[in-house]
């Protein structure tokens, strides 16, 4: 079964450091997509970056990047120059193909705190 | 703002009681997927619809029913609520059902069972 790992409950980090949030995933289809998504105290999924399997080169996305490492099974988020706006849970995602049909796995999020 | 709508943004109600909450997707977008997210469950799939049709199913209750219907909208039924269901559901949508199509989310209902 496919499955997503982020070991970091919380991280701490001060304004414009960059930070790096951890992914690991496991699946055994050859073709899938990573995802990281946002969600603010508010409560809204934001939309941040996307990876595919087959992409060689590594997704940015202005402040996102994606550190994909295929061998190793993970997709880290790098978030460079942190604003305190970007305090809030990160998820990280596989696009799971299910049936006829295809689906977003998610692993326990990480909660990043930006300080000043 | 991502294009998803929902409605309604808060629902309170009582055990047993059943309702319905309601999504549009971004214009365009064919698929629509709802997930459940709650404190011991975390974010889990639950149904995808793609062009009115049921797509994939995941982890949902039988008490639980979707549908799609021709204008692309999509309804969630919940009936013989319980106190566990309360959790804040959403509604996302991709233009198709592919592995790289992302997904964009509604902004949730908050469903509180009481």
């Known amino acids: 079964a496919q499955k997503i790992t982020q070991t970091q409950p919380g991280m701490f980090v001060q304004e414009k450091e960059a930070v790096t949030l951890d992914c690991t995933y496991d699946?055994?289809?050859?073709?899938?997509?990573l995802f990281w998504y946002k969600q603010p105290s508010s409560g809204e999924m934001i939309f941040l970056i996307y990876q595919g399997s087959y992409d060689e080169q590594n997704a940015t996305e202005g402040r996102y990047s994606l550190n994909f490492q295929k061998a190793r099974k993970s997709a880290n988020l790098v978030i460079s120059a942190s604003q305190l706006g970007d305090s809030a849970m990160y998820f990280c995602?596989?696009?799971?193909?299910?049936?006829?049909?295809?689906?977003?796995?998610f692993g326990k999020g990480t909660t990043l705190s930006v300080s000043s | 703002d991502s294009g998803v709508t929902q409605t309604p943004k808060h629902l309170i109600t009582a055990t047993g009681q059943r309702v319905t909450l309601r999504c549009s997707p971004r214009?365009?977008?064919?698929?629509v997927y709802w997930y459940q997210q709650s404190l011991d469950q975390g974010l889990q799939f639950l149904i995808q619809y793609y062009n009115g049709e049921e797509r994939a199913k995941g982890n949902i209750l039988e008490r639980f029913s979707a549908q799609q219907f021709p204008d692309l909208h999509s309804e969630l039924n919940l009936s013989s609520l319980e106190l566990g269901d309360s959790a804040l559901y959403f509604c996302a949508s991709s233009v198709g059902t592919g592995s790289t199509y992302e997904q964009y989310f509604g902004p949730g209902t908050r469903l509180t069972v009481t």
């Open positions: 214009s365009g977008d064919l698929s």
């Open positions: 995602a596989m696009r799971e193909l299910n049936q006829a049909g295809t689906a977003l796995i």
């Open positions: 699946t055994s289809d050859q073709s899938y997509g």
